[in-house]
């Protein structure tokens, strides 16, 4: 049973490493840093039902302590929420939507799917399947990186976006506080809140990147081009400018036709009038 809410509360959290306590990439005289590498730290999403990517007590006890966050490149889930941001929102048909509810369609198709063998036929239904669910990947997260990572998704119907993360790893629940939830907030909060991240890790990025440009490059173990770095930085940031602008523009007739044609050879109904 998948945890549901409505939200008043959303945030992206981050906090950021130590640039002398980061490890650097590479071996032996290829040991380097860069923008990526230096946003190594600890990331969490608070949620109306608390927080997720947030170990547990008994995980951290196992692992002997330290922050109870995921401990990795902040850039990762900087890249992945600006990747998926222009299809979170906009709006999907509530029909289509209906699609990826629990224990609906998508569930039943892949039920069938998973008892096909390896036939032509069976692989043509496989991939007409990826066809017409595509829309649900590209509005995806997955945190593979991470042992149990969760995947999350994020898809608008009308002014909402409903949030949903969900793990299937056999230690899930032993491993993360919040395993999976749903919960919706509404467009206008949802974007704010991705925004309000994006800002606030250029910001912080752009202070590490004017102390190093300022100060120059003391660490000895590993190297560091300070003008690539200086450069990246303004890349990035003109990046989320672009991506203001960015819309996705599903075609979702063709959607539907791939739906009602899956539907038909695996005579499962859909909630998609043909």
């Known amino acids: 049973m998948v945890n549901s809410a409505r939200a008043n509360i959303l945030r992206f ?47 951290m006890r196992e692992w002997g302590g330290g922050s109870p966050y995921v401990d990795y490149q902040i850039a990762r889930i900087f890249e ?4 998926v941001l222009p299809s979170a929102l906009e709006p999907v048909p509530a029909e289509i939507a209906a699609l990826i509810s629990d224990g609906g369609w998508m569930e039943s198709i892949e039920q069938q799917l998973n008892s096909l063998d390896e036939s032509d036929e069976g692989k043509k239904l496989y991939e007409t399947f990826w066809d017409a669910t595509d829309w649900y990947g590209q509005r995806s997260i997955d945190t593979a990186y991470l042992v149990d990572g969760p995947n999350f998704y ?98 979702w007739d063709a959607v539907r036709e791939l739906v009602n044609r899956l539907s038909t050879e695996l005579s499962i109904p859909t909630p998609i009038n043909h």
């Open 154 to 251: 994020f898809w608008r119907i009308e002014d909402e976006v409903h949030f949903r993360w969900r793990i299937h790893g056999e230690g899930a629940k032993r491993r993360w506080c919040l395993p999976q939830g749903q919960f919706t907030v509404s467009a206008e909060q949802f974007e704010s809140a991705a925004y309000c991240f994006f800002e606030e890790v250029l910001a912080k990025t752009q202070e590490r990147v004017e102390r190093i440009a300022t100060t120059g490059w003391h660490r000895t173990d590993c190297e560091l081009d300070v003008p690539l770095l200086v450069s990246e930085q303004r890349q990035r940031s003109g990046w989320i400018g672009d991506l203001r602008k960015r819309r996705s523009k599903t075609d």
């Open 13 to 59: 959290n981050f906090e950021l490493e130590s640039i002398d306590d980061i490890a650097p990439w590479g071996k032996g005289d290829d040991r380097k840093l860069h923008w990526f590498g230096l946003t190594s730290g600890r990331y969490w999403i608070s949620t109306p039902l608390g927080e997720a990517l947030r170990y547990t007590d008994e995980q």
């Open 80 to 83: 992945d929420l600006q990747c």
